[in-house]
T-cell receptor, first 115, second 115 residues
């Protein structure tokens, strides 16, 4: 079974500062993906960033980057130059490839950006 | 526009009254799945489908049914809803490309209240 753990239920950061959200996972799979999704008050699930497990290079998307430590099964999200629009719930997710592409989600981290 | 469409967006119903939440995707994806989101628990998988007429249980299937008669549609059926099924529901579809990438899309969510 796959499990995803987000140990920070709530976090806050000053506008323009940097914040890191933690995520660990447990799996015996070798072929998988990891994701960070943002969920604003509209409840829409918005993809922030994606990492293929077979790639050693950490993914980056503008102000968002990840620190992927495969051996430690850790997948943290760094948000640089935080903006008010970053205020949302953030979910870390694991996906096994091809067996239905099933997602396994963490319990989420509620991030508040303080002006 | 590539999208996953869920209907209805909001639903209030009474205990025991059968209901169906529809999910439709226009991307010819093979994989589709349903999740429920509850506070403090993140998103948990209810059912998934790997193709037409191929469905399987996720982590929390009790009280739900699904069908996949056509590739584009994956309805979620609650035969006899109970208050503990009050939740936010998401449908997702995805595919794995030949290049090894995953593309996943989520519906807008359905807020279900069972009284």
């Amino acid at each position: 079974a796959q499990t995803v753990t987000q140990s920070q239920p709530e976090m806050s950061v000053q506008e323009a500062e940097t914040v890191t959200l933690s995520c660990t996972y447990d799996t015996s799979e070798s072929n998988y993906y990891l994701f960070w999704y943002k969920q604003p008050p509209s409840r829409q699930m918005i993809l922030v960033i994606r990492q293929e497990a077979y790639k050693q290079q950490n993914a980056t998307e503008n102000r968002f980057s990840v620190n992927f430590q495969k051996a430690a099964k850790s997948f943290s999200l760094k948000i640089s130059d935080s903006q008010l629009g970053d205020t949302a719930m953030y979910f870390c997710a694991f996906m096994k490839r091809n067996t239905g592409n099933q997602f396994y989600f963490g319990t989420g981290t509620s991030l508040t950006v303080i002006p | 526009e590539a999208q996953v469409t869920q209907n209805p967006r909001y639903l209030i119903t009474v205990t025991g009254k059968k209901l169906t939440v529809t999910c439709s995707q226009n991307m010819n994806h093979e994989y589709m799945s349903w999740y429920r989101q509850d506070p403090g628990l993140g998103l948990r998988q209810i059912y998934y489908s790997m193709n037409v007429e191929v469905t399987d249980k996720g982590d929390v299937p009790e009280g739900y049914k699904v069908s996949r008669k056509e590739k584009r549609n994956f309805p979620l059926i609650l035969e006899s809803p109970s208050p503990n099924q009050t939740s936010l529901y998401f449908c997702a579809s995805s595919l794995s490309t030949l290049g090894g990438r995953v593309k996943a899309f989520f519906g807008q969510g359905t807020r279900l209240t069972v009284v």
